[in-house]
């Protein structure tokens, strides 16, 4: 189990093709992004001022796209916050699992467009901030233990080559 931290969030250029009637943008699951497709959804018409999110994911990728306008996005991870501006419909912001998200200061009529890694399930959500919290220490717990678990291992085979 690896702890993901806000730095393992990064924002990754999409492509655009240029022509004079119009740019295109083309996302393709595991080539300009790192995981196959299984979900895709949009947020639209949100008022401003207005938070979206305000949760985390067990296992989910996202890769979020300013399709038009502009927002935030505050990536938390327990320990250090970090808020990514998104306002180019040719590059997105990769979110990785275990990290806790919100869309937040909308411009008018923005698009935040999701696509995601799994289909929806409920049980991949965490909803609650201190749920979150608690999450994040036992998964930080248990990556301890397994490195300490595997550094003592070495250290055995170690004695036992001697």
């Known amino acids: 189990m690896n702890t993901t931290s806000i730095y393992d969030c990064v924002t990754l250029p999409s492509g655009k093709v240029h022509n004079r009637a119009g740019n295109l943008t083309v996302v393709e699951g595991g080539k300009n992004i790192p995981f196959n497709v299984s979900r895709i959804y949009y947020l639209y018409d949100i008022p401003g001022g207005e938070t979206r999110g305000g949760h985390a994911h067990r296992q989910l990728l996202q890769f979020i796209v300013a399709a038009s306008g502009s927002f935030g996005v505050l990536l938390d991870d327990g320990s250090n916050k970090k808020v990514v501006t998104l306002n180019r419909p040719d590059y997105g912001l990769l979110v990785v699992p275990g990290i806790w998200r919100e869309l937040l200061e909308f411009s008018s009529g923005a698009i935040c467009l999701v696509l995601a890694s799994h289909k929806y399930d409920e049980s991949d959500y965490i909803r609650e901030y201190d749920d979150f919290i608690a999450y994040r220490k036992t998964e930080e ?13 070495i250290e055995l085979q170690g004695l036992i080559k001697s």
Request: charged share 15%; aromatic share 8%; no cysteine.
């Open 141 to 153: 717990s248990t990556h301890r233990s397994l490195i300490s678990y595997t550094g003592e291992i």
